[in-house]
């Protein structure tokens, strides 16, 4: 066994008494299970929202955009704002899933799957919002370099909203087949275990006809690596060039040389707050807790802390680079954005994403699962209005006194925003019902080191 | 269907019980269907292709297709010329000089027209024509959809020969009874239309004519006739002051008229060292105040007294004794009038003959040379004591007729119920009207007349300059001229037409051409003998009576907006929607009042979440008249002094949109624009204003509008009042300017163009701003809209409030405002303006930046910059993320929020066929969800390349202009082509008062502005 | 020949691979093994070739990389340049610091997605691929390992009874 060993000290990553196949068993449960009253109430909830959002949606491309609460100095509010909020959650999943990998982080096999699965979905509700915050969405394909009637007519390679084109696509597909190709042994073992023809037709399907040779299991394990390694900087960049939409202009507030880190680490930040939620509630509910361990959730609440400090060192910079700038626009942009007319918003910033996080230097209240979620809203709610501060802060009050005004939104504006977050949650409840919520291959993989069954043994042995 | 209709088949059928009848009628057909054929033989059968299923195929096939084929796309119209006119060139516009004489404006101005569409007003320059916004916008009101469209008898339409008929007929009857007939009219200034009422009174007799001004300049006049014996307004010849000093009076506005701008700019740019020295008293922020070198806040009555006492100090040398600042400012500006001599002028607004006689006496004194009493102005010649006289004659049932024209005195006399009642009492009552509005709803015969650009008719706007009045579109309605029903009347047959030419070639051209005045629109007389007789006055019992009127702790004085004027224009979406230059407000007058005075009363102004700005409301009670009203809080409103502006409030003929503000004219009590003895009372609720500029102040930023005084202009080299912003480049400072991160593109090459903006000649009228509305199909959003800061305005003009009296002393405020502390109570002070303000007019536009923020952001490249220095937009390319929008600093550019055009929700003149006429078809009509701005006018520009190339030459010296420089009667926006040594614009560019908007961030924009110069020599 | 195999059954990793050590030194030849989850090691005992999908990777990130630079010398250089803000279009250096995000995404692009797709291709993965593993249980907690029978089979199975297999089944192999 001693290929297997693992120092002792570290706790075990599966609680229990687990073989492989009790680990198959517990992954297909809610698969193969009835869903249950609690399902069918949040899924329901969850459609109901996703409809209202597409309400307003149609409502907005039938009517204009006039429809939402902006104007003529704030061109961009709570469509950028969503925007950049989504995408933020979006980079926990590549995160966990690549970076962790590389770091040959086993912790993450627990919860790679799921991280990875809320990336996609909540990509998805990001890629909506520059698509319908365009005036002439039907003309939405001239964002790309498509060759046209007019031959000369291509896109303008210099703007930041391109880039996030590219970044946004890139990202969006690379982190689906990254997905993808983790899910097809998982797949496999379903269509395997299943017993209705339909089942069996479905997973078949999905798991591409993956079998476990030698030499598949070699290449599988090496482009999980490739992809890892190409999806690390990928994470990175794509927050990066979100922030060069406002650190490229030339708006006091946005246009600041700190962003690209600043917002990854915010990024990461909401993200692994996400995921908290998320997965919180699902070890419950799909009883993974045996997977999904109370230790998991502690290491996140440490990367929660961590990049919420970050964060919060990133605001007391921009406030003293603005201050030691001498430039009066650039003050006055921090000035007003601290005790203008948003200051409330700016309070809430503050208070949700440096101060909140601070809590997690007691192990009592990382170790707290109730805690850790009340803090992973908290943080999700505070990140949201860091977005807003940047954004309508900075615009509302710009150079020319005589432009500035204010901006309050509009129905329209928040049923947009519910509803993706009801579509988001449409996605993830489905998900939880018909996917392997876990990476049962690789955990299997490590049953033998990490498994507190076979921990016992070894330890055992060592005395 | 069965038809009972029987048929015959054969004579058989008259036979009964004939066999062969029964045979036909049991069997249909007469011979068998040969079904058989094809039915027998079974093979054919069989092997045909077509099965049952394929014959339902095609059946269902031809069905669908045929459907679709009825469904048809939308028509556009177009209709063809059948005979094209030879003098249209279809795509090349026509000029044609004419005059705008509607009884409030007067101006020789140039028509620019399309295909038979007169779409544009531009001043005659060749006949010093100025335009004002009303000008400019007139020409939307000549395709107002609600005008009277024919003659109404009662409210009922009839034809114009019955019309004559029955009015003939009726005249003749007053005519037996001997009871005068009391033609009332506008001040027309029409030599040919005074001979056609002379004409009138020789069919008819005792026809009386009294001229009616809604705007009274009354006293102006009598005061001018008791000291100079004719009964006509001076001429001011502002560009040869040296100091002006203005009583409460508004001359960049409509005082007396209007029409001094231009004269007054000439005089304000510094040249050689010199500029006038502008000297106001006034109660209310005007905008002849607000461009004010000084300006002395006192309540109306105050006004008075300070008149005397400028008079007793510049003519009898008399110092007042008690040294109260008010007395101090005066002794100081009587010295500078003194010091001045000629070059001084003294103008007051009040409206009392007295005090009129009092400045024209100062001016007389200093004999100034500003004042100009030979070439009088005849555009205002109404006289307050007919028309009251005509009033009460009219309710004493001592006025047979009453045939009303170019006026609306139902709506703007004070006491229009009396009038309304006199006109009850009268045999007949006409009202020649182009619009249904109030009068016209009144009188008993409604006669429909054309607008200006559609009639024939003449204007003596000064003496001795006569100007045109001709056509330049066909009659839209069944309308006909208050000249042609007068010939009618007369028993002529001439149209007025002829009348018209036979006039002017007896009378006034003196043997020059017809066609030639025609061309250029005017024609003036050599020598005009000056008839003015300098009569002796007595003004010491003037000045003791003006000494005499009363004022109280609470004075209403009552103005006129640049917008809408009198208001015959209130159907007008541009001057609706035109901002007022001082409040910034649009769609709506408000009661103006000093801060002090609102916090007394408890009356607030507030903004709500979007920014928008609301009012409380107060009732203001003026003798028995009272009005809800909201209020506006006013910097530099004197304390204890209210304003209210005239020309809103009207219901009748208007589009629900458009009826909004209160009817002002309620309080003209004697048609005087002072009223004491004003009461207020605040009443629940709140008033939703529609303000374009929520931030009053410049928030101390020195940079974006640069000032210096007239001293340090002369003395100090201009690296010190107008500091280049610098950034330091290896560790050593450059200007910001000259530091780029790329090598340029070459822009020596060809043609291009720069605006030059003059923040000294700009006074903020506004007139550029319709201008561009005209020239550029600029949507009109409305009220909500407005509040929604969604204003489309291409072309704005900030005015910006001093925090200090002065904006230096806010820039040293904010310098001095150390630490982050100090730095945040600085910007809370600067956000209110002071209780007097200096004030700052700012026109911006896109500055067409060499480095366009906006152009490096749009993700499909539907702004890039163009060959000649122009920033460009491509509609049609646009996607509309407003990423340009946010990422310009200037925030000129303007987003289609919602389809404008054909949309009931924006129901102004882009929503109906006839308001549609005046659309610029040089210009793209803007979609929903597409950028748009400035263009710089380049489908102007083009034409002018284009024209050049045409005949062969080259472009000429400052032959290219925009909409809004050719508007600019100040000359402050000058366009050209910096390229070309020769344009103006090109020195302009290199001058040492020129400077950038936000000139640090780099953008090189191709908009340049001239530093502002104030003249504060105390003496 | 014939081609025949045996497939023994495992249920445990660890006997796996000493099987498989054991059945190569009996110089056996091991068709192919089936595994639950990737069993480390077990490629380099059963002595298969390392994969060398990363070069491929590599190769298709340089293939992006030229298209990117390709595409956006063609489009923004070439083709119809234009006065944006003011920025150099005369040559692709001068305007390439504004094109690096787009190269760098290009790049990432094309090797991820070629190369999964390679992947597929070469393991033969795509839907409606019917599945191949001798028994389901193969995907839940079952080792299989197939050896060739070449005229051997008794002496075989009986070799590999020794090495802890719960289940031995000969078939034929198509």
């Given at each position: 066994m001693s290929s297997h060993y693992e120092a002792p000290i570290r706790r075990p990553l599966i609680i229990g008494d687990k073989s492989y196949h009790d680990i198959s068993v517990d992954v297909a449960a809610p698969v193969e299970g009835k869903a249950n009253k609690l399902w069918w109430i949040a899924f329901s909830i969850a459609l109901l929202a996703f409809l209202w959002g597409i309400g307003s949606i149609i409502y907005t491309i039938g009517t204009g955009i006039g429809v939402w609460g902006l104007n003529k100095t704030v061109g961009w509010a709570w469509d950028i704002t969503n925007f950049v909020w989504w995408v933020g959650i979006g980079h926990a999943g590549t995160l966990i899933s690549a970076v962790l990998l590389l770091f040959r982080q086993k912790w993450r096999m627990g919860i790679n799957r799921s991280a990875e699965a809320m990336t996609i979905f909540s990509v998805i509700q990001a890629g909506l919002f520059p698509v319908i915050h365009m005036g002439r969405v039907w003309n939405a394909h001239f964002v790309l370099p498509l060759p046209n009637q007019f031959g000369t007519l291509w896109t303008n390679f210099n703007s930041p909203l391109l880039w996030d084109v590219f970044a946004i696509s890139t990202y969006l597909s690379v982190s689906l087949v990254f997905w993808w190709t983790g899910l097809l042994p998982d797949f496999a073992m379903l269509r395997d275990r299943a017993v209705r023809p339909f089942q069996k037709k479905i997973y078949g399907m999905l798991s591409f006809g993956w079998t476990g040779r030698a030499k598949d299991w070699q290449r599988f394990e090496e482009v999980s690596l490739v992809l890892a390694g190409l999806a690390t900087p990928l994470v990175l960049s794509v927050h990066t060039i979100v922030s060069f939409d406002f650190a490229t202009s030339i708006v006091p507030g946005w246009h600041t040389t700190i962003f690209p880190p600043y917002f990854v680490a915010g990024a990461v930040f909401s993200g692994f707050a996400m995921v908290n939620t998320l997965l919180i509630i699902m070890r419950k509910v799909s009883n993974l807790e045996a997977y999904i361990t109370e230790q998991h959730i502690e290491l996140m609440n440490i990367v929660i802390m961590i990049t919420g400090s970050i964060v919060g060192c990133a605001y007391i910079t921009e406030l003293f680079i603005a201050w030691y700038s001498g430039v009066e626009y650039e003050q006055y942009a921090f000035l007003n954005r601290a005790t203008g007319p948003y200051w409330w918003a700016y309070l809430l910033m503050m208070s949700c994403n440096v101060f909140s996080p601070q809590f997690m230097w007691f192990k009592r209240l990382r170790t707290s699962i109730t805690f850790s979620f009340i803090i992973s809203i908290v943080v999700n709610i505070g990140m949201w209005f860091e977005r807003f501060v940047i954004i309508v802060t900075s615009l509302h009050r710009d150079y020319l006194p005589s432009s500035w005004t204010m901006f309050s939104p509009t129905f329209v504006d928040i049923g947009i925003f519910i509803g993706t977050i009801g579509f988001f949650f449409v996605l993830f409840l489905l998900y939880a019902r018909t996917f392997p919520v876990i990476a049962q291959a690789e955990v299997k993989s490590i049953l033998k080191s990490s498994g507190e069954k076979y921990k016992k043994l070894r330890d055992g042995n060592h005395e | 269907m069965a038809s009972n209709k029987k048929y015959w088949k054969s004579v058989e059928e008259l036979k009964e019980k004939s066999s062969i009848v029964d045979t036909l009628k049991q069997n249909e057909f007469f011979e068998e269907i040969p079904t058989d054929i094809f039915l027998g033989d079974k093979e054919t059968l069989e092997t045909s292709s077509t099965t049952r299923r394929d014959f339902l195929k095609y059946v269902g096939f031809t069905t669908a297709a045929v459907t679709l084929a009825s469904c048809e796309g939308p028509v556009v119209k177009s209709i063809p010329y059948i005979i094209q006119p030879d003098d249209i060139i279809p795509g090349v516009a026509e000029y044609y000089a004419t005059t705008m004489a509607d009884g409030f404006d007067f101006a020789n101005v140039l028509v620019k027209v399309r295909e038979g569409r007169p779409i544009k007003i531009e001043p005659n320059k060749d006949a010093n024509g100025i335009t004002n916004a009303r000008v400019q916008a007139s020409v939307l009101s000549l395709y107002d959809s609600l005008r009277l469209k024919g003659p109404k008898a009662n409210g009922a339409e009839i034809s114009w020969s019955e019309a004559d008929q029955q009015i003939i007929a009726k005249l003749n009857e007053v005519k037996a009874t001997s009871l005068p007939i009391a033609v009332l009219t506008g001040t027309s200034a029409s030599p040919s239309t005074k001979k056609l009422i002379a004409k009138l009174n020789e069919t008819f007799e005792n026809v009386t004519h009294v001229e009616y001004d809604a705007i009274s300049e009354s006293a102006a006049l009598d005061a001018f006739e008791e000291m100079y014996g004719t009964r006509a307004l001076p001429d001011y010849h502002l560009e040869k002051a040296e100091v002006i000093v203005s009583i409460g009076a508004d001359f960049l506005g409509s005082w007396q008229g209007g029409g001094f701008e231009a004269s007054y700019s000439k005089g304000r740019v510094p040249t050689n060292g010199k500029m006038s020295r502008?000297?106001?008293?006034?109660?209310?922020?005007?905008?002849?105040?607000?461009?004010?070198?000084?300006?002395?806040?006192?309540?109306?009555?105050?006004?008075?007294?300070?008149?005397?006492?400028?008079?007793?100090?510049?003519?009898?040398?008399?110092?007042?004794?008690?040294?109260?600042?008010?007395?101090?400012?005066?002794?100081?500006?009587?010295?500078?009038?003194?010091?001045?001599?000629?070059?001084?002028?003294?103008?007051?607004?009040?409206?009392?003959?007295?005090?009129?006689?009092?400045?024209?006496?100062?001016?007389?004194?200093?004999?100034?040379?500003?004042?100009?009493?030979?070439?009088?102005?005849?555009?205002?010649?109404?006289?307050?004591?007919?028309?009251?006289?005509?009033?009460?004659?009219?309710?004493?049932?001592?006025i047979g007729a009453v045939i009303i024209c170019n006026s609306n005195p139902v709506y703007t006399l004070p006491n229009s119920a009396a009038f309304v009642e006199g006109l009850k009492k009268v045999k007949l009552s006409v009202a020649f009207s182009m619009q249904d509005n109030e009068t016209a709803k009144a009188v008993q015969y409604s006669l429909a007349t054309p607008h200006y650009l559609e009639s024939w008719g003449d204007a003596e706007i000064r003496k001795g300059q006569y100007s045109l009045i001709q056509p330049t579109i066909k009659t839209l309605f069944n309308t006909r001229q208050f000249q042609d029903c007068l010939l009618a009347w007369t028993g002529s047959t001439a149209t007025y037409y002829d009348f018209l030419k036979e006039t002017w070639n007896n009378e006034i051209l003196g043997g020059a051409s017809w066609n030639q005045a025609l061309h250029d629109g005017v024609f003036t007389a050599e020598a005009v003998q000056s008839d003015a007789i300098s009569l002796e006055v007595d003004l010491e019992t003037a000045a003791s009576q003006l000494a005499e009127v009363k004022g109280s702790d609470l004075e209403l004085q009552l103005y006129v907006k640049i917008g809408l004027g009198d208001g015959q224009m209130a159907n007008n979406p541009w001057l609706q929607e035109l901002p007022d230059p001082i409040t910034r407000t649009s769609w709506d007058n408000y009661l103006t009042m000093s801060k002090a005075d609102a916090e007394a009363l408890g009356a607030t102004n507030n903004h709500v979440a979007n920014g928008a700005l609301n009012g409380s409301l107060v009732e203001l009670t003026l003798n028995g008249v009272s009005e809800i009203l909201p209020v506006l809080i006013q910097p530099g409103q004197a304390k204890g002094s209210l304003g209210l502006a005239f020309g809103y409030g009207r219901k009748q003929g208007l589009k629900a949109e458009m009826q909004t503000g209160k009817n002002a004219y309620a309080f003209y009590k004697d048609f005087n624009n002072f009223q004491p003895n004003v009461s207020l009372k605040l009443v629940p609720g709140e008033h939703e204003f529609a303000c374009v500029q929520l931030q009053n102040t410049l928030m101390g930023r020195g940079d974006i509008i640069k000032e210096t005084t007239l001293e340090i202009f002369n003395t100090v080299d201009s690296k010190e009042w107008n500091i280049v912003p610098v950034v330091s480049l290896d560790h050593n400072e450059v200007e910001a300017g000259s530091v780029d991160l790329w090598d340029s593109f070459d822009r020596s090459i060809g043609h291009h163009f720069n605006l030059s903006i003059d923040l000294n000649a700009c006074n903020g009228c506004g007139a550029c701003i319709i201008a561009c509305h005209a020239e550029n199909n600029v949507p009109v959003v409305g009220k909500e809209e407005i509040r929604r800061s969604r204003d489309m305005h291409w072309l704005r003009i900030d005015r910006y409030y001093s925090h200090q009296e002065d904006f230096a002393g806010d820039n040293e405020l904010k310098a001095n405002g150390k630490g982050v502390m100090g730095f945040k109570n600085a910007m809370d002070t600067l956000e209110d303006p002071s209780e007097n303000p200096s004030v700052a007019f700012q026109p911006v536009m896109c500055q067409h930046c060499n480095h366009a923020p906006c152009e490096t952001v749009c993700p499909v490249a539907a702004t890039s910059h163009g060959r000649q220095g122009q920033n460009q937009m491509a509609y049609n390319r646009c996607v509309g993320t407003r990423y340009c929008a946010n990422n310009c600093p200037y925030k000129v550019r303007r987003f289609n929020w919602f389809e404008y055009p054909n949309n009931s929700k924006f129901d102004y003149n882009m929503n109906d066929d006839l308001g549609k006429m005046v659309l610029n078809p040089d210009v793209v009509v803007r979609s929903r969800g597409v950028m748009e701005k400035c263009s710089m006018c380049i489908q102007m520009t083009q034409a002018t390349i284009l024209k050049a190339k045409k005949e062969g030459r080259p472009v000429n010296t400052n032959e290219f202009e925009t909409a809004c420089s050719i508007a600019c009667t100040t000359d402050a926006l000058v366009f050209g082509d910096v390229n070309k040594p020769e344009d103006t614009v090109k020195s302009l560019a290199e001058d040492k008062r020129a400077y950038h908007l936000l000139e640090h961030i780099g953008t090189k924009p191709n908009v340049v502005y001239h530093v502002k110069v104030r003249n504060t020599q105390e003496s | 020949m014939s081609n025949k195999v045996v497939q023994a059954m495992y249920n445990d990793d660890d006997i796996l691979m000493d099987a498989v050590k054991e059945v190569r030194a009996a110089n056996y030849h091991i068709e192919e093994v089936y595994t639950p989850f990737p069993v480390h090691g077990l490629d380099k005992a059963m002595g298969l070739k390392g994969t060398r999908i990363a070069i491929t990777a590599f190769l298709y990130g340089c293939v992006g990389l030229v298209f990117s630079i390709w595409m956006m010398d063609y489009m923004m250089i070439k083709d119809w340049p234009q006065d944006i803000g003011g920025k150099p279009s005369f040559t692709f250096i001068q305007n390439m610091p504004a094109f690096v995000p787009i190269m760098f995404e290009m790049t990432v692009f094309f090797a991820a997605h070629l190369m999964v797709i390679t992947f597929y291709m070469r393991s033969r993965l795509w839907p409606f691929k019917e599945a191949e593993n001798p028994d389901p249980r193969t995907t839940d907690d079952m080792f299989v390992m197939e050896v060739i029978v070449d005229g051997n089979e008794e002496e075989l199975v009986a070799f590999l009874k020794k090495t802890g297999t719960v289940e031995i089944k000969v078939t034929e192999k198509h």
């Open positions: - | 502008h000297i106001q008293f006034e109660s209310n922020m005007s905008l002849t105040g607000a461009n004010a070198d000084k300006r002395v806040v006192i309540k109306p009555s105050e006004q008075n007294l300070a008149l005397i006492k400028l008079y007793n100090a510049v003519v009898s040398g008399i110092l007042t004794t008690e040294e109260t600042p008010l007395n101090d400012t005066i002794q100081k500006a009587a010295r500078q009038l003194i010091k001045a001599g000629s070059k001084g002028v003294v103008i007051s607004g009040i409206q009392d003959k007295n005090a009129q006689l009092l400045a024209l006496a100062i001016n007389k004194a200093l004999n100034s040379e500003v004042l100009d009493v030979n070439v009088t102005k005849n555009i205002r010649k109404g006289n307050d004591a007919h028309v009251a006289q005509l009033i009460t004659d009219m309710n004493e049932g001592k | -």
